[in-house]
């Protein structure tokens, strides 16, 4: 069963630093990663999608990257802003099940300080 | 503006009644998704749908039931068989195949 691991739990930073988040999971065979950023109370936003055969996507301060073979995505945030705080959640879809399902992790709650 | 409007964005369940949650999209996507999120975690996936009359069990379905008579709408009821309904409840669609998923604001549901 695929499991998906985000560390650190919770994060805190200076504004203007730049940040990596990490996420791993225990079985390569996937289609796709997607990274989500979440606001308290509010639904996910789409950040990233990474396909399967890709090593990183980039929008603008955002750089996602990921290595299949060893399990693993980093979601890159340069010179962080107050605004970027919010909880990012990282999911895979396994290649093994149907209907686009994704894994989630359970997140790191990012806070930058002005 | 195209997107995926739950309702309500709050709901209050008594013991032994039923409820139904709202999730529709205009996004035209083939797909729909409903997902569980509690305090903390991550979100999991309670039933989706590829296909109009057509859904499948996610990993936590026991409790909930889900209908898809229309392209646009995935309603989901919480039953009473649900012991621990409390939580955030995730609507999301997507096109079919290699596509990102699209998520409404959720709805928090509470136990009075």
């Known amino acids: 069963k695929q499991e998906v691991t985000q560390i650190p739990a919770a994060l805190s930073v200076p504004e203007g630093e730049n940040l990596v988040l990490n996420c791993s999971f225990t079985d390569s065979a996937i289609y796709n990663l997607q990274w989500f950023r979440q606001d308290p109370g509010k639904g996910l936003t789409s950040l990233l999608l990474?396909?399967?055969?890709?090593r990183e996507q980039t929008s603008g301060r955002l750089n996602a990257s990921l290595d299949k073979s060893s399990g693993r995505s980093t979601l890159y945030i340069a010179a962080s802003q107050p605004g970027d705080s919010a909880t990012y959640l990282c999911a895979v879809r396994p290649q093994e099940t149907s209907g686009s399902r994704l894994t989630f992790g359970e997140g790191t709650q990012l806070t930058v300080n002005p | 503006d195209g997107g995926i409007t739950q309702s309500p964005k709050y709901l209050f369940r008594k013991e032994g009644q039923n409820v139904t949650l709202s999730c529709e999209q205009n996004l035209n996507h083939d797909a729909m998704y409903w997902y569980r999120q509690d305090p903390g975690q991550g979100l999991r996936l309670i039933y989706y749908?590829?296909?109009?009359?057509?859904?499948q069990k996610g990993d936590i379905a026991e409790g909930y039931s889900v209908s898809r008579e229309k392209k646009e709408s995935f309603p989901l009821t919480v039953t009473s068989a649900q012991k621990n309904p409390t939580a955030f409840y995730l609507c999301?669609?997507?096109?079919?195949?290699?596509?990102?998923?699209?998520f409404g604001d959720g709805t928090r549901l509470s136990i009075l």
């Open positions: 999301a669609s997507s096109d079919l195949g290699n596509q990102p998923q699209h």
């Open positions: 990474i396909q399967s055969s890709q």
């Open positions: 749908s590829q296909i109009v009359n057509d859904f």
